[in-house]
C-alpha cells in the first residue's frame, strides 16, 4: 500500500487559517475529489469538523478520523485512536493508495511514512497557523501536472504537483 498525503500549500508553507482553508479553489477541491475518490482517507479530528456538515463524511471513499478522544463519534466513518491503527485498517482493507488528508498535526506526524505527495503550490502568502511540514526536495522526484491561472472564480494562481520518494 503505498501511504500519500494530499496538500495545498502557500508559498510560506501556510495551510489552515483558523481552522478553515485560507483559500477557496474549487478547481483543486475537483482535483482533491478526483484523485481521492474511491481510497480511504485519514485526517485528524480537527480536519474533520471542518469539513461542513453536509459535505462530511467526504462520499465514495472510507473515512478514518483520528482522535485520542475515546468518547468520538459520528456517523459512517472509521474512528481509529492512533494514526498507526488507521494505517493499518486501510492496509487490512486492502486499499493500495492511502490518502492522507491532513490537517497539520496529522502531516507532521506522517511526512516520514510517506511514499508520494500530491501538492498544489497556492501562489499566496496568507495569515494563518496551520503549516505543511518543511520537506527536502531533493529526496523527492517531482512531476508537474498542471497550473492554473487565475480566473473569474479563482482569485490565487496554482501549480499541481506529485512528488515520488526517491
Ligand atoms: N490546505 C490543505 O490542504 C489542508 C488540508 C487539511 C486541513 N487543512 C487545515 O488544517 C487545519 C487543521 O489542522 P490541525 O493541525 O489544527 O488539526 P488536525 O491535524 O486536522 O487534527 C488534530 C487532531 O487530530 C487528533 N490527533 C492528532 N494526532 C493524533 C494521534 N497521533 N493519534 C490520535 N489522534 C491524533 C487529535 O484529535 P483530538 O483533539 O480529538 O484528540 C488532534 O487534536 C484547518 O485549518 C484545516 O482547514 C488544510
Same mark, same amino acid.
Given at each position: 500500500?503505498? $501511504? ?9 508553507? +501556510?495551510?489552515?487559517?483558523?481552522? &478553515? ?11 482533491? !475529489? /478526483? %484523485? ?10 480537527? @480536519? ?13 471513499? =472510507? ?10 463519534? *459520528?456517523? #459512517?466513518?472509521?474512528?481509529? !485512536? ?6 493499518? /485498517?486501510?492496509?487490512? *482493507?486492502?486499499? %493500495?493508495?492511502?490518502? $492522507? ?6 502531516? @507532521?506526524?506522517?511526512? *516520514?511514512? *510517506? ?6 503550490? +497556492? #501562489?499566496? @502568502? =496568507? ?8 520537506? &527536502? &526536495? ?8 498542471? @497550473? ?8 490565487? !494562481?496554482? !501549480? $499541481? ?6
Amino acid at each position: 500500500m503505498i $501511504i500519500s498525503l494530499i496538500a495545498a500549500v502557500g508559498k510560506n508553507r +501556510v495551510i489552515g487559517a483558523n481552522g &478553515d482553508l485560507p483559500w477557496q479553489l474549487p478547481d483543486d477541491m475537483k482535483f482533491f !475529489s /478526483k %484523485t481521492t475518490r474511491g481510497h480511504h482517507v485519514l485526517m485528524g479530528r480537527k @480536519n474533520f469538523e471542518s469539513i461542513p456538515e453536509k459535505y462530511r463524511p467526504l462520499p465514495h471513499r =472510507p473515512n478514518i478520523v483520528v482522535t485520542r478522544n475515546k468518547a468520538f463519534e *459520528a456517523p #459512517n466513518i472509521i474512528v481509529e !485512536s492512533s494514526i498507526q491503527r488507521g494505517i493499518e /485498517k486501510a492496509r487490512e *482493507a486492502g486499499e %493500495t493508495e492511502l490518502f $492522507i488528508i491532513g490537517g497539520g498535526e496529522i502531516y @507532521n506526524q506522517t511526512i *516520514a511514512l *510517506a511514499d508520494r505527495l500530491y501538492i498544489t503550490h +497556492v #501562489n499566496a @502568502n =496568507p495569515d494563518g497557523e496551520t503549516l505543511f511540514p518543511e520537506f &527536502d &526536495d531533493t529526496k523527492w522526484r517531482k512531476t508537474e501536472l498542471l @497550473n492554473h491561472p487565475k480566473d473569474d472564480v479563482h482569485n490565487l !494562481s496554482f !501549480s $499541481i504537483c506529485v512528488y515520488d520518494k526517491i
